[in-house]
């Protein structure tokens, strides 16, 4: 049975760990960061909806981490909802939020930016980023350039957590799939010399051109853009 080492947070491995079963795959969840709320943002979170006419969501763990600090009334006021992509959209309609903004076709802020509903908004109003501390500053910086105010609430940090490589050693991944390109970093950070060059030679799939160039120059050898993690698999039954 082939190995699939899930480098991605753990609370967003239950659904790839159920698709390698699906496939026959065994899943080594594989995580060098995990997500910590940050309480006291998450406490003003709903003062800061309230202040804003749209917001705009990051990812579906900014999404899930809200939903325990507010109510779904808050959380589905007459606000507009925008959404970086389709998993985003999915953990918003999850918690009952039904108009969403978000590309069909990409799954970053720049495909966000291309969304129509930039040009609907009222001049200079506020746009609430709900986000994980430290993110990207691209979108913002567009956004105050079409003369929007940006709002954040940082609801969570990543931390390093320390990888079990006794556990990689005795699965022998046969590829790798990688959500971020924090994750890859973290993840060659804390790789034992001994290991360096097996972790190199490994298969690696991720949904972003950004993160198969961080691997590229991390020392990553065979990498792979896909859609989704399902194509990963119907790339293996084809070969």
Partial sequence: MPTLLL????????????????????????APICIVPQTDECFRLPEKIAAAPAIFWVSPTAVEIAATHCSPKILGSL???IAVGKATAAALHAI????????AIGNDSEAALALPIWQTLPHGATILLIRGQNGREMLPEK???????VDYAEIYRREPKTLDWTSFQAAI??????TSSEMARELFVQVPPQISQK???????????RIADTLYALGAQK??????????FTLFQAA
Avoid at 7 to 30: K, M, S
Avoid at 223 to 232: E, H
């Fill in 79 to 81: 606000k507009t909802h």
């Fill in 7 to 30: 480098v991605r947070p753990e609370n967003r491995q239950a659904a790839d760990i159920a698709l390698c079963t699906q496939y026959g795959w065994h899943a080594l969840p594989f």
């Fill in 199 to 209: 972790l190199k030679s490994l298969i690696y799939f991720t949904h972003h051109t």
């Fill in 143 to 149: 956004l105050r350039a079409q003369d929007f105010k």
């Fill in 96 to 103: 009952g939020i039904s108009e969403i903004h978000y590309s």
């Fill in 173 to 178: 991944p046969d590829a790798a799939w990688v």
């Fill in 223 to 232: 990498i792979y853009v896909i859609r989704q993690l399902s194509d990963m």
